[in-house]
């Protein structure tokens, strides 16, 4: 089974070939959100910016499957350990089993986004190993765990994330994250000062630093846009109309950084017209994460950061949340492809992968009613 899926989903996905490096870099155009249907239900998007190829993989993680977290001793097994009761699908980095964005069989959907510069992950030292994970652990515990954001809420007591590092790094990567679920509940969940601060977000949107609360504020410089357009404006007799359409977004933030990109994903989000469930919200789901690609070259490190590599957009993924299918295209190609978890063992032993290569000559994509 695991050879067949294995051969399955390599035929299936098409990746980036950029060449690596181990330079630590200021990664900071993660960008996600939620939208709905016309019946409400959720639909999740999000883009991955990294400066250098994570060798990402297509997994997929079966039930009662053990994994074990890398600990305070930065050591893979060295943390607590679990049986997965919940199958999982996603992307992968570096060839670890883990998920960097994903989706389970219940409909918990999220990914992990950059953190950097306000993150503080609890102390080694101090931290009980057997509640203990590195910070790419907790979404693929969180998503193998539990069915609802609710019972992730519920099951952080004892949870710590810990500051260790990442070897093909050669850094602590700092990290928060992001879940939803069938219900379109949103959590956001941040290590801050050795503990975790866990927000309920209604917004469903989520980029990068500063926290989200910041974030949330940071919406008050903006109450006045609108995707209607301006009345016109009558001066001493005189009318003045603007140049065209979009004058009620006059002023959106259009660069990159994460507060304007929040600000552009939440404009989004509120004011694209629901449509049918299924394939016509997944198509728009994509033309939303579309407008955040990021190109090799449209952010450039400064002098101060030396010759690092160029973030770009790596990937993007949408999940249909409700029917638990999950889509990804990648830098090299822009064709949206997609894994039902239905079409799996979701009881197999193993868990099966399958690496983002380019030059493979996928089939054509089938979108399931």
Same mark, same amino acid.
């Given at each position: ?34 939208? *709905?249907?016309? #019946? ?135 990290? *928060?994250?992001?879940? *939803? ?20 977000? $209604? ?14 504020? #940071? ?33 959106? $933030? ?68 409700? #029917?638990? *299918? ?44």
């Amino acid at each position: 089974m695991a050879g067949k899926r294995m051969k399955s989903l390599t035929r299936v996905f098409l990746g980036t070939a950029m060449a690596a490096s181990l330079v630590p870099l200021p990664v900071q155009a993660c960008t996600s959100f939620l939208i *709905h249907d016309t #019946n409400g239900a959720p639909y999740y998007g999000r883009t991955m910016e990294f400066g250098f190829d994570l060798e990402s993989s297509a997994i997929v993680i079966p039930r009662q499957y053990g994994l074990s977290a890398t600990g305070p001793d930065g050591k893979l097994g060295g943390g607590m350990s679990w049986k997965s009761k919940y199958a999982a699908v996603g992307l992968s980095a570096f060839d670890m089993p883990v998920v960097t964005d994903g989706m389970n069989e219940k409909g918990l959907t999220g990914g992990i986004l950059y953190f950097p510069d306000y993150v503080g992950y609890a102390d080694p030292k101090t931290a009980n190993p057997h509640g203990a994970m590195a910070p790419w652990d907790f979404l693929t515990w969180a998503l193998t765990k539990f069915e609802t954001v609710a019972e992730v809420k519920a099951n952080l007591d004892g949870i710590s994330i810990v500051g260790v590092e990442l070897s093909q790094m050669g850094a602590v990567p700092p990290f *928060h994250y992001t879940l *939803h679920d069938a219900t379109g509940a949103s959590l956001v969940i941040e290590p801050v000062g050795g503990k975790l601060t866990v927000y309920d977000n $209604p917004l469903g949107v989520m980029t990068n630093s500063p926290e989200l609360s910041w974030h949330l504020t #940071n919406l008050k410089n903006y109450v006045k846009l609108s995707s209607e357009n301006a009345p016109p404006l009558k001066v001493d007799g005189e009318t003045i109309t603007s140049f065209g359409q979009g004058s009620g977004l006059l002023g959106i $933030p259009g660069d990159p950084t994460p507060p304007s990109r929040f600000i552009r994903a939440l404009g989004y989000t509120l004011s694209i017209e629901p449509v049918a469930p299924g394939a016509e919200s997944v198509r728009l789901a994509e033309h939303v994460v579309n407008n955040f690609d990021i190109p090799v070259g449209w952010i450039r490190p400064g002098e101060a950061e030396g010759k690092s590599p160029l973030e770009y957009t790596q990937w993007s993924t949408v999940a249909d949340i409700t #029917n638990t *299918h999950y889509y990804v295209k990648s830098y090299d190609d822009q064709v949206l492809r997609g894994i039902d978890l239905k079409d799996f063992d979701l009881d197999a032993k193993d868990i099966v992968t399958a690496p983002l290569k380019p030059n493979m000559e996928p089939p054509a994509l089938s979108f399931t009613k």
